[in-house]
């Protein structure tokens, strides 16, 4: 039981270049999110997903895309780095129903020149 | 979501216990407080959530105050694997439907020999 995982951890980028972040779960959650986090500040939704077909924007969703085509996966697409979009990138994963715990996987380090 | 305010930092001797407190006196009445934590940059760790009564679990312990404008978590014997930043966070909880977080700048808690 991996809990959830990301890939990369770490990623250089140059302006104007495109990547996907990868997310997966294996604990059968229905709901997944990705969250930034800049240096010194806390966490901020990006993008959450309630089940597999179902997207919705978060709090800073400019310039990212995600899709959900099964349970287990939420990647998010960097269709065009920018320098403003270096930080470290969280998703996370909820579906316990006696205390909608999230569980945060252990995040990419993005870095964009 | 009710806003929160927190110390932003805090130090703890190692072996006594750690008390840190959260003001949060918009509170409405289906709103639960919950607390995370994360340490040097990893994902953030669920600790401990309540609504009205005090809750423990082997973690930590936490005290709402009567009216539940007021919380703290308490950390009966701090680590220094306790180090970390501490958020707490006031939301609607939809149990097993996951939901947003919003996480604000928090409490660092440095605990030392």
């Known amino acids: 039981n991996a809990g959830v995982t990301q890939t990369p951890k770490f990623q250089v980028l140059k302006t104007g270049q495109s990547m996907t972040l990868q997310c997966a779960q294996d604990m059968n959650h229905e709901y997944m999110s990705w969250y930034r986090q800049d240096p010194g500040m806390g966490l901020r939704l990006i993008h959450y997903?309630?089940?597999?077909?179902?997207?919705d924007q978060g709090e800073v969703p400019n310039g990212y895309n995600v899709s959900r085509s099964t349970t287990e996966d939420f990647p998010l697409r960097l269709l065009s780095a920018a320098p403003s979009q270096t930080s470290v990138y969280f998703c996370a994963t909820s579906g316990d129903i006696s205390t909608d715990t999230q569980y945060f996987g252990p995040g990419t380090r993005l870095t964009v020149l | 979501d009710a806003k929160t305010t927190q110390p932003p930092s805090m130090d703890c001797a190692e072996g006594r216990a750690a008390n840190l407190p959260c003001n949060h006196s918009t509170i409405s009445g289906n709103e639960y407080v919950y607390w995370y934590r994360q340490i040097h940059s990893q994902g953030p760790q669920y600790i401990i959530h309540g609504l009205k009564n005090n809750e423990t679990n082997e973690m930590a312990s936490l005290i709402i105050t009567e009216d539940r404008k007021s919380s703290t978590l308490i950390l009966p014997h701090a680590t220094l694997r306790d180090t970390a930043v501490y958020y707490c966070i006031v939301r609607v909880a939809i149990f097993g439907q996951g939901g947003k977080l919003i996480f604000g700048q928090g409490t660092e808690l440095s605990v030392k020999p």
């Open positions: 997903s309630v089940g597999a077909g179902i997207t």
